[in-house]
T-cell receptor, first 117, second 115 residues
Framework: GAGVSQSPSNKVTEKGKDVELRCDPISGHTALYWYRQSLGQGLEFLIYFQGNSAPDKSGLPSDRFSAERTGGSVSTLTIQRTQQEDSAVYLC???????????????FGPGTRLLVL | AQKVTQAQTEISVVEKEDVTLDCVYETRDTTYYLFWYKQPPSGELVFLIRRNSFDEQNEISGRYSWNFQKSTSSFNFTITASQVVDSAVYFCALSGGNSASKIIFGSGTRLSIRP
């Protein structure tokens, strides 16, 4: 597809269950980012991938959160033992490879709306 | 530390009015990038503009214009002759000068254009 895609678009789960959120970046984009947007709030950085490695995981809120990326493409964000405060929109973004010290623009997917009951 | 402040939580104007969204940033990086994103009711973030710290030239794109002033650490966004379709939440954002760096977002300004 032309843009970043995410699935599912909506997810309702019970407290304590595990969830997996998927992101398909724009083809050829080697950098991939996960952000979280709580209701009425700005975006909070979670993790960044360059290829399959994650040089910056500083935004993951707890060890219940993990992410992986395979084949330099699809990424999965996993939340274990979900809590109500995990309810948010989880956004994925990707950017194209750039020269050193040149920031590439991040393009965002539509997000996954997660509701933990 | 990096920080982006959008002091205007909500703005409401009548269609065809001009409106300016304020953005003030803090960073210790000498090279950095500033962004504006639009988030319409559909929820998807739409990229509007990126500026690097070495280019203070103001930019105009149709009804949109941006005023970047390093002296006041501001990157304000003006919509001229606003339209109902401009109604959205607008986020100002900042990133460092590394080849890939997380974006720090402001809290957003909700803009409502009344017909």
């Amino acid at each position: 597809g032309a843009g970043v895609s995410q699935s599912p678009s909506n997810k309702v789960t019970e407290k304590g269950k595990d969830v997996e959120l998927r992101c398909d970046p724009i083809s050829g984009h080697t950098a991939l980012y996960w952000y979280r947007q709580s209701l009425g709030q700005g975006l909070e950085f979670l993790i960044y991938f360059q290829g399959n490695s994650a040089p910056d995981k500083s935004g993951l809120p707890s060890d219940r959160f993990s992410a992986e990326r395979t084949g330099g493409s699809v990424s999965t964000l996993t939340i274990q033992r979900t809590q109500q405060e995990d309810s948010a929109v989880y956004l994925c973004a990707s950017s194209s490879p750039g020269l050193a010290r040149h920031q590439e623009t991040q393009y965002f997917g539509p997000g996954t709306r997660l509701l933990v009951l | 530390a990096q920080k982006v402040t959008q002091a205007q939580t909500e703005i409401s104007v009548v269609e065809k009015e001009d409106v300016t969204l304020d953005c003030v940033y803090e960073t210790r990086d000498t090279t950095y990038y500033l962004f504006w994103y639009k988030q319409p009711p559909s929820g998807e973030l739409v990229f509007l503009i990126r500026r690097n710290s070495f280019d203070e030239q103001n930019e105009i794109s149709g009804r949109y214009s941006w005023n970047f002033q390093k002296s006041t650490s501001s990157f304000n966004f003006t919509i001229t002759a606003s339209q109902v379709v401009d109604s959205a939440v607008y986020f100002c954002a900042l990133s460092g000068g590394n080849s890939a760096s997380k974006i720090i977002f402001g809290s957003g300004t909700r803009l409502s254009i009344r017909p």
